[in-house]
Nanobody, 129 residues
Framework: VQLQASGGGPVQAGDSLRLSCTAS????????MAWFRQAPGKEREFVAA????????YNIDSVKGRFTISRANGNNTAYLRMNNLKPEDTAIYYC???????????????????????WGRGTQVTVSS
């Protein structure tokens, strides 16, 4: 396992969670980091991504204003802060990384799971109403 995701769990609607994703320095250095999620019976969905410098971020519309992606390069860790969670946020959340900075040149690139070389096992987030 190249990336370690943690921080998921069962919560109530409206609660908050912070997911963490830790990688070795060799993998983390210079990468774009991203979070995806996969609900039962659905395809893996892009959630958010962040550049190496942290100055460029993208996320999907359904989490705008609620989820924030960030990173601490000194700790080789990326985060996904999730506020005001909703039942539809229930999924396994995966972190991903890739060294290709050209991913951010087109939305169709950085939102595609196949574009990422490194993955974590995922952490379950369950939101009940």
């Amino acid at each position: 396992v190249q990336l370690q995701a943690s921080g998921g769990g069962p919560v109530q609607a409206g609660d908050s969670l912070r997911l963490s994703c830790t990688a070795s320095g060799r993998i983390f250095q210079g990468t774009i980091m991203a979070w995806f999620r996969q609900a039962p019976g659905k395809e893996r969905e892009f959630v958010a991504a962040i550049s190496w410098s942290g100055t460029t971020k993208y996320n999907i519309d359904s989490v705008k204003g609620r989820f924030t992606i960030s990173r601490a390069n000194g700790n080789n860790t990326a985060y996904l802060r999730m506020n005001n969670l909703k039942p539809e946020d229930t999924a396994i959340y995966y972190c991903a990384a890739d060294h290709n900075r050209m991913l951010f040149t087109a939305r169709g690139l950085f939102t595609a799971p196949a574009r990422y070389d490194y993955w974590g096992r995922g952490t379950q987030v369950t939101v009940s109403s």
